[in-house]
Structure formats: structure tokens, C-alpha cells
């Protein structure tokens, strides 16, 4: 088996035109941990370059970092409050500014030696990933089970399919590949130090991160129904999932109906469609468009492959979906 390599994507700040065209040439052939990067936009990045020739240093402690094109805007930043790695090209912007991570913006082996560092910073979500892969791809075989996931003698996932999944931060994604799958009889208990998290958050993080096309053929021509909200932090929603949601949950469409009523691109919508999809939030079965399930492992399974539908329970009592709050783009469960 072959794992797929994950996207990591770098955001840019205060760097001109042509800057950043030599920032993508670079990112684009950089493979590290395992992983590839791209240039995204700065909101939904891993990781930040910043341009210090257009920082500012604030008398709060802040930073101001000035647009590097005619059209760009000024941002300000608090690097206690940054969760991501974040470099900067020299000049820096003050003899006692001294970030983690700097490099020159002539010198490729430095923008490589960071984009190296960023990957190993950024392990913990290469390890969700190709966990995800594998469970994907052997979905239907896994069915409901709980495993161990076992790599050289060493744990470095636990999988509960109708439950939580730990995985190990410092696991690699050749770990992955040619690991044992040890089916067990109660719920896997998760050992301290892994990084546990849903079902649901292990298969956004692969839909976020992969080159694939996960949205099943028939998706793109059948009639799509709301069905749930994802069980999400709202942040790791993006506006074109909240606009996606909003539209279907006013009224059923076709993929290229919804394309029009957004004003997205087709590409662009089948791409978010099939993130939701892969967190049960949206289904071509009218039938189960009205019914919230609260098993986080949808009882009557999609085939993550072809989308068909696989039963494999007795589904819970249904709960009839409020009317839409149209004061917001989709009602959507806190956590």
C-alpha cells in the first residue's frame, strides 16, 4: 500500500508580486516528513512567512506588518497568540526582534532548512493524515471495530470506529504503510500523550489536506440533501463549507445548481461538498436528509469509496431538524 502524501500550506505577508512567485517555486518542490507544501491564503495556512523588511515593531508589543502589492492590506499580529510556526525574511525589524525561525530570502537552502522545521512542528497532523488514508481505503473492512494500530512493536494509533482516535504525534507516514491492524474486543483505550480526537475531526483533516477526489461520481449529478451539522469546532469551518451548508439546507440541489446559487466554482464546490460528505453532513438519500444521528460513525455507513450506503445497525430514534436560522449560514452543534 501507498500512502498518499499530505498538502501543508504556507501563508505569505508583506512580500511583493514577484517575492512570493519565488516563495511558490520554492514550496513546490520542497518535500519534507512526508509531506508536500503549497501557498495558500494566509487564513488558512500551517505556517506564515512574514517579510520583516515590513514589520513593525509596536510600542505594545505587537506587530504590524505592511502589504507587500498595491492591493494587499496591513495585518497586525501577536505572536503570543499565533498557533502555527511563523518565520521571517530578513532584514529583521529591530536588533532585539529574535523570532524562532528567520532565513534569507536569496539563500534557497534556508527557505528549505525552514520548510523542514515547519514539517516537523507540524508531525502530529501528517500522522492524522495518513492515519485517515488507510482508514478510508479499508473503510468497509473495518467496519465498526476497534483496533491498535502497532508499527514495529510500538503503538502509534488506536482506532475506535464508533468512537475516538488517539494517534501517537511522533509517528511517521511510512509507519502507516506496512503497520499491523490488531482488531480488538472492547473500545481501545487511548493512551496518554497521543493526540486524541473524533472520527469526524480524523476525516477533516485528510479532506483539508488531500489531492483526491473524495466526492463519489454520483454526487455529481444527484439531488443533494442537508442532513446534519459536522460534529466541528466551528473554526476549522471554512466560508465556502458555511455557504455550502446554508444553500442545501434551504433547499436540495444538484452539485452544478449549488456551483450557481453560490457563484463558486464547480471545481471549488464538489471540493468543499466532498469534505462535508466525508463528515456525514450531506447525503443524495432524501430519506436520510431529515434524521440527525447520534453516533459519530453514521450507523448506516457510507461506502467512502463509491457512496453507496451500507447498514450495519439498528439506527437510534430520529430527531426532526429545527427550522433553519437563516440569521446564520448554517445552525451548527458547539463544542
Known amino acids: 500500500m501507498t500512502l498518499e502524501l499530505p498538502v501543508l500550506r504556507l501563508g505569505l505577508a508583506g512580500f511583493s508580486a514577484e517575492q512570493q512567485d519565488a516563495a511558490r517555486a520554492v514550496v513546490g518542490s520542497v518535500v519534507a516528513f512526508g509531506a508536500t507544501w503549497e501557498v495558500s491564503s494566509f487564513t488558512d495556512a500551517d505556517a506564515w512567512w ?3 523588511q515590513r514589520t513593525q ?13 498595491p492591493s ?8 503570543a497568540d499565533v498557533d502555527r510556526p511563523v518565520a ?5 525589524p529591530g536588533a ?3 523570532p524562532a525561525y528567520a532565513f534569507d530570502l536569496a539563500e534557497r537552502a534556508q527557505q528549505n532548512a525552514v520548510l523542514e522545521r515547519f514539517a516537523g512542528w507540524l508531525q502530529p497532523a501528517i500522522s492524522q493524515f495518513a492515519l485517515a488514508s488507510v482508514v478510508i481505503d479499508q473503510y468497509a473492512a473495518l467496519g465498526g471495530g476497534s483496533f491498535q494500530v502497532i508499527f514495529n512493536g510500538r503503538l502509534i494509533a488506536v482506532v475506535n470506529m464508533r468512537g475516538d482516535v488517539g494517534v501517537l504525534p511522533s509517528a511517521a507516514l511510512l509507519d502507516f504503510e506496512d503497520a499491523l491492524w490488531r482488531r480488538v474486543s472492547e473500545p481501545a ?14 476525516m477533516w ?15 455529481r449529478t444527484a439531488t443533494l440533501y442537508f442532513r446534519r451539522p459536522p460534529r466541528l469546532a466551528h473554526r476549522l469551518l471554512k466560508d465556502s463549507h458555511l455557504l455550502l451548508m446554508r444553500e442545501l439546507a434551504s433547499a436540495p440541489a444538484t452539485l452544478r445548481e449549488l456551483a450557481k446559487r453560490t457563484g463558486m466554482d464547480e471545481t471549488v464546490a464538489a471540493h468543499g461538498l466532498a469534505a462535508l460528505y466525508l463528515v456525514g453532513t450531506i447525503t443524495s438519500n432524501a430519506k436520510r436528509a431529515a434524521a440527525l444521528r447520534d453516533d459519530d460513525s453514521l450507523l448506516s455507513r457510507p461506502n467512502l469509496t463509491t457512496g453507496e450506503q451500507v447498514p450495519v445497525g439498528i439506527a437510534p430514534p430520529r430527531r426532526r ?8 449560514p448554517v445552525s451548527l452543534t458547539p463544542y
Open 205 to 219: 483533516q485528510f479532506a483539508m489536506r488531500t489531492r483526491r477526489d473524495m466526492l463519489p461520481p454520483r454526487y
Open 96 to 98: 532585539g526582534f529574535s
Open 50 to 52: 512574514i517579510s520583516g
Open 189 to 202: 483505550e487511548i493512551p496518554s500523550g497521543y493526540v486524541r480526537l473524533s472520527l469526524s475531526q480524523l
Open 72 to 79: 494587499g492590506r496591513s495585518l497586525q499580529l501577536d505572536l
Open 321 to 328: 431538524l429545527a427550522g433553519p436560522d437563516m440569521t446564520a
Open 57 to 69: 515593531l509596536l510600542p505594545d508589543g505587537t506587530l504590524r506588518v505592511g502589504p507587500g502589492t
Open 88 to 92: 521571517f525574511a530578513r532584514p529583521l
